[in-house]
T-cell receptor, first 113, second 113 residues
Framework: EAQVTQNPRYLITVTGKKLTVTCSQNMNHEYMSWYRQDPGLGLRQIYYSMNVEVTDKGDVPEGYKVSRKEKRNFPLILESPSPNQTSLYFC????????????FGPGTRLTVL | LAKTTQPISMDSYEGQEVNITCSHNNIATNDYITWYQQFPSQGPRFIIQGYKTKVTNEVASLFIPADRKSSTLSLPRVSLSDTAVYYCLVGVPGYSSASKIIFGSGTRLSIRP
């Protein structure tokens, strides 16, 4: 089944404790992206990657890192999480080209205390 | 990147046709128009995409006038399960100048019995 998976689905952590949210897709998509969603602010892009070893900042990259060592994986790293990073996070992937049919993961709800 | 403007919310009744319009005055020549649907705590789901004129699939129709400065998502005979937030996006992921994706605020559609 074609899908995007994220882990963990729920996470409660404390300020400053490094964490990684994994994202994996099995569709051989080149383009992958991370979003955060907050009430009243909609979905905002954090980082995206157009291919292996190619990443770039989205609209809200501060406090986040990503890596793209393999085509299928695109982990989101919070080196020193803060309470303002409490949010619902989505990973998405799509084939590069003319189409914007992004496939989204199920989401990761992160709470930073 | 083209900014999009949509109504914040809309209400309708089961069995009615619902039309949601999106304005994108600064759309670029290469940009496609894509609509997504999102239910609470789930990732957005692709509904339909088009470049010009009319596109129809099993779920919806998309009407795009000749100047492409707006588009209208048409949902025929809505049901309670169509209650969701609908996002209009303009862009083409994977091209260097337009690889950022910007979701607008979306339109919260509420369907009543």
């Amino acid at each position: 089944e074609a899908q995007v998976t994220q882990n963990p689905r729920y996470l409660i952590t404390v300020t400053g404790k490094k964490l990684t949210v994994t994202c994996s897709q099995n569709m051989n998509h080149e383009y992958m992206s991370w979003y955060r969603q907050d009430p009243g602010l909609g979905l905002r892009q954090i980082y995206y990657s157009m291919n292996v070893e190619v990443t770039d900042k989205g609209d809200v990259p501060e406090g986040y890192k990503v890596s793209r060592k393999e085509k299928r994986n695109f982990p989101l790293i919070l080196e020193s999480p803060s309470p303002n990073q409490t949010s619902l996070y989505f990973c998405a992937s799509t084939q590069r080209g003319s189409y914007n049919e992004q496939f989204f993961g199920p989401g990761t709800r992160l709470t930073v205390l | 990147l083209a900014k999009t403007t949509q109504p914040i919310s809309m209400d309708s009744y089961e069995g009615q046709e619902v039309n949601i319009t999106c304005s994108h005055n600064n759309i670029a020549t290469n940009d496609y128009i894509t609509w997504y649907q999102q239910f609470p705590s789930q990732g957005p789901r692709f509904i339909i995409q088009g470049y010009k004129t009319k596109v129809t699939n099993e779920v919806a129709s998309l009407f795009i006038p000749a100047d492409r400065k707006s588009s209208t998502l048409s949902l025929p005979r809505v049901s309670l399960s169509d209650t969701a937030v609908y996002y209009c996006l303009v862009g083409v992921p994977g091209y260097s100048s337009a690889s950022k994706i910007i979701f607008g605020s979306g339109t919260r559609l509420s369907i009543r019995p």
